[in-house]
């Protein structure tokens, strides 16, 4: 079984602290949707797929004609299973009544909204296109319509303070949605909102006080019923995203498109970020590959692992890590950021916060 993604990079805007690999030249629509048609051709084989995903970019910014003909060229050159979960990224000014009828009829059943924040005054320095009313208005609109919906949203935003941040979340269960992603502001170089920050011109909040939000919003999350499953994401039970966890389980999929990587029998492979190039090349605009070899199967084992809530099996870690992961188990269960579930072992959500730099001791 497999999964599909397909990367739609068209946005209306950079928004400040964004380094996707984005086009806000949307003319390139037509002819950047072939390429990726022509992708897909030269790669299936009628294997079955049961979760397909639709990223950007802004896919919701792609007419309903594109996705329509995208939807086709997977289906004649797929087996899409019966119930595949089929999500798309949307922004909240794209979310309406109409649009979500449309792209039900295109077989998506999961919607995924970049609302980020519902505090205006936050939405303001990222660049956004929507305000906290719109916001709510495309969450109303994609729970009422009975589709699985995902909010993503942003911890250690400028203007950001406990209480608008627990606001924000509070909008978002009110809302009803059955899943939610919240991801910590990453300041990526090269983007103005770092260089607005390094200038001094635009204030971030402490990370004492963020990562305090961050085991707030864990606990509070679970109290509302959406059980955190992953470091940045939490769910009803049976709304988790499916696709995610095929990345996370090292399970196979082809990613179509700019940036797009797939990881099919032991081979990572990633498409070039540029869209001309691509455009101009689908079938050789690849920038990089590697077989893996047991080290590195050996790494992501426990790197995707232990980014999930149920962890890795402690006697699995020893198995892969020897004494050494018997030391890093160790010291973890004693400065509090593992703990042990049963027979796994498991980030406690201190730990999570720092898990990059915790799981780098162990390789
Ligand atoms: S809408 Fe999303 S992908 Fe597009 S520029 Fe903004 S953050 Fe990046």
């Given at each position: 079984?497999?999964?599909?993604?397909?990367?739609?990079?068209?946005?209306?805007?950079?928004?400040?602290?964004?380094?996707?690999?984005?086009?806000?030249?949307?003319?390139?629509?037509?002819?950047?949707?072939?390429?990726?048609?022509?992708?897909?051709?030269?790669?299936?084989?009628?294997?079955?797929?049961?979760?397909?995903?639709?990223?950007?970019?802004?896919?919701?910014?792609?007419?309903?004609?594109?996705?329509?003909?995208?939807?086709?060229?997977?289906?004649?050159?797929?087996?899409?299973?019966?119930?595949?979960?089929?999500?798309?990224?949307?922004?909240?000014?794209?979310?309406?009544?109409?649009?979500?009828?449309?792209?039900?009829?295109?077989?998506?059943?999961?919607?995924?909204?970049?609302?980020?924040?519902?505090?205006?005054?936050?939405?303001?320095?990222?660049?956004?296109?929507?305000?906290?009313?719109?916001?709510?208005?495309?969450?109303?609109?994609?729970?009422?319509?009975?589709?699985?919906?995902?909010?993503?949203?942003?911890?250690?935003?400028?203007?950001?303070?406990?209480?608008?941040?627990?606001?924000?979340?509070?909008?978002?269960?009110?809302?009803?949605?059955?899943?939610?992603?919240?991801?910590?502001?990453?300041?990526?170089?090269?983007?103005?909102?770092?260089?607005?920050?390094?200038?001094?011109?635009?204030?971030?909040?402490?990370?004492?006080?963020?990562?305090?939000?961050?085991?707030?919003?864990?606990?509070?999350?679970?109290?509302?019923?959406?059980?955190?499953?992953?470091i940045?994401?939490?769910?009803?039970?049976?709304?988790?995203?499916?696709?995610?966890?095929?990345?996370?389980?090292?399970?196979?999929?082809?990613?179509?498109?700019?940036?797009?990587?797939?990881?099919?029998?032991?081979?990572?492979?990633?498409?070039?970020?540029?869209?001309?190039?691509?455009?101009?090349?689908?079938?050789?605009?690849?920038?990089?590959?590697?077989?893996?070899?047991?080290?590195?199967?050996?790494?992501?084992?426990?790197?995707?692992?232990l980014r999930?809530t149920?962890g890795?099996?402690?006697?699995?870690?020893?198995?892969?890590?020897?004494?050494?992961?018997?030391?890093?188990?160790?010291?973890g269960?004693?400065?509090?950021w593992l703990r042990?579930?049963?027979?796994?072992v498991v980030f406690t959500p201190y730990g999570f916060?720092?898990s990059?730099?915790y799981?780098?001791?162990?390789?």
């Amino acid at each position: 079984m497999l999964g599909l993604y397909v990367h739609l990079p068209f946005c209306r805007v950079h928004c400040t602290y964004c380094a996707f690999a984005i086009s806000t030249d949307i003319s390139l629509q037509q002819r950047y949707v072939d390429a990726v048609i022509a992708e897909i051709a030269s790669r299936a084989a009628g294997e079955e797929v049961d979760t397909l995903y639709f990223g950007g970019g802004t896919p919701s910014r792609v007419s309903i004609e594109n996705l329509a003909r995208l939807a086709a060229a997977i289906r004649d050159r797929f087996a899409v299973a019966a119930g595949a979960e089929f999500s798309i990224e949307a922004n909240p000014e794209d979310v309406t009544g109409e649009s979500l009828e449309a792209w039900r009829e295109l077989g998506i059943n999961r919607v995924s909204i970049g609302v980020q924040s519902f505090a205006d005054r936050e939405l303001e320095p990222l660049g956004r296109l929507h305000g906290r009313e719109r916001a709510r208005e495309a969450l109303s609109a994609a729970v009422g319509s009975g589709v699985r919906t995902n909010v993503d949203l942003i911890l250690g935003l400028p203007n950001q303070t406990a209480a608008t941040f627990q606001e924000t979340l509070e909008t978002a269960i009110a809302g009803g949605a059955g899943h939610l992603s919240l991801y910590m502001l990453d300041l990526e170089e090269g983007t103005p909102l770092k260089a607005q920050v390094v200038r001094g011109r635009t204030h971030l909040p402490d990370d004492e006080g963020v990562a305090a939000l961050y085991e707030y919003a864990i606990s509070r999350l679970a109290e509302a019923g959406l059980a955190q499953y992953e470091i940045s994401n939490f769910a009803r039970r049976g709304e988790e995203c499916r696709h995610n966890l095929r990345y996370w389980n090292r399970g196979a999929y082809h990613g179509f498109g700019i940036a797009a990587h797939s990881f099919v029998g032991s081979q990572r492979f990633a498409n070039t970020r540029n869209i001309r190039h691509y455009i101009d090349a689908p079938l050789s605009a690849r920038d990089f590959s590697e077989n893996l070899g047991p080290g590195e199967v050996r790494r992501e084992t426990i790197f995707l692992g232990l980014r999930q809530t149920s962890g890795v099996s402690y006697d699995h870690l020893v198995e892969l890590c020897g004494q050494e992961g018997v030391e890093w188990v160790e010291r973890g269960l004693q400065d509090g950021w593992l703990r042990r579930a049963e027979e796994r072992v498991v980030f406690t959500p201190y730990g999570f916060l720092l898990s990059n730099d915790y799981i780098s001791q162990l390789f």
